[in-house]
């Protein structure tokens, strides 16, 4: 049964205040049609974040926009070129990161990622790295992924993946592979399941790049549960 928006925000306002690391209560909530807006503002990148993915996780959600305005405190205001050696240093001490091969530019707060990494996850924890760096507003991730010889059966694997997974319903998700390029069809029952698809593909070897036609519908596999 498709749930109303009402009750979608009043489950998106629930779990945002639920969830203990996040400081929620100058953040807006709207909801149209299942797609939910984030407004207002917060004191901090990571909490910017952290509102989009919890509000995600709730059940009925079909898409997201994060319009939360990041707003630094005084204390946690910073010089570019300081955040800039913080993030150099935490780089360092992450053995999945290849700091060697990315750039750091920092202006105004806001950190762009660029360079070259193997696999989509150094991409990702790179920028999960920034996140907890006092004093940024924002990043930009251009790191580029290059790509690996993609084996033969990498389709099978990313559906293996899927079918492994036990948020997914892997039936109702078609794979198709296009040299480096995973595209991803057919309907998923949450917003949160379609991002998590996206990552599965995006960890098979040899795919840099995921296209992601996944459609949100709650009421996927229902009839068949019943």
């Known amino acids: 049964m498709q749930r109303s928006d009402d009750e979608i925000l009043h489950d998106v306002q629930a779990e945002l205040?639920?969830?203990?690391?996040?400081?929620?209560?100058?953040?807006?909530?709207?909801?149209?049609?299942?797609?939910?807006?984030?407004?207002?503002?917060?004191?901090?990148?990571?909490?910017?974040?952290?509102?989009?993915?919890?509000?995600?996780?709730?059940?009925?959600?079909?898409?997201?926009?994060?319009?939360?305005?990041?707003?630094?405190?005084?204390?946690?205001?910073?010089?570019?070129?300081?955040?800039?050696?913080?993030?150099?240093?935490?780089?360092?001490?992450?053995?999945?990161?290849?700091?060697?091969?990315?750039?750091?530019?920092?202006?105004?707060?806001?950190?762009?990622?660029?360079?070259?990494?193997?696999?989509?996850?150094?991409?990702?924890?790179?920028?999960?790295?920034?996140?907890?760096?006092?004093?940024v507003r924002g990043v930009t991730n251009l790191c580029t992924v290059i790509p690996a010889p993609a084996s033969s059966d990498v389709k099978q694997r990313i559906k293996d993946a899927l079918a492994r997974g036990v948020r997914f319903d892997a039936e109702h998700i078609q794979v198709e592979i296009t040299n480096s390029r995973a595209i991803l069809k057919g309907t998923v029952r949450s917003y949160t399941e379609r991002h998590d698809a996206e990552r599965a593909a995006l960890n098979a070897p040899g795919v840099t790049q995921v296209e992601n036609h996944l459609v949100v519908d709650p009421t996927v596999g229902v009839s068949a549960a019943v």
């Open 17 to 135: 205040k639920w969830e203990p690391s996040l400081r929620s209560e100058h953040i807006a909530i709207a909801v149209r049609d299942g797609v939910v807006s984030l407004a207002g503002y917060v004191l901090s990148y990571y909490d910017k974040w952290k509102a989009e993915r919890v509000a995600g996780h709730v059940k009925g959600v079909r898409a997201l926009a994060n319009d939360i305005e990041v707003r630094l405190p005084s204390s946690s205001i910073r010089p570019d070129p300081e955040i800039a050696r913080a993030i150099i240093e935490a780089f360092r001490w992450n053995l999945l990161i290849p700091h060697d091969d990315i750039r750091v530019t920092v202006d105004h707060g806001w950190v762009t990622l660029e360079g070259h990494v193997n696999w989509y996850y150094q991409k990702e924890e790179a920028e999960r790295a920034v996140r907890g760096v006092t004093g």
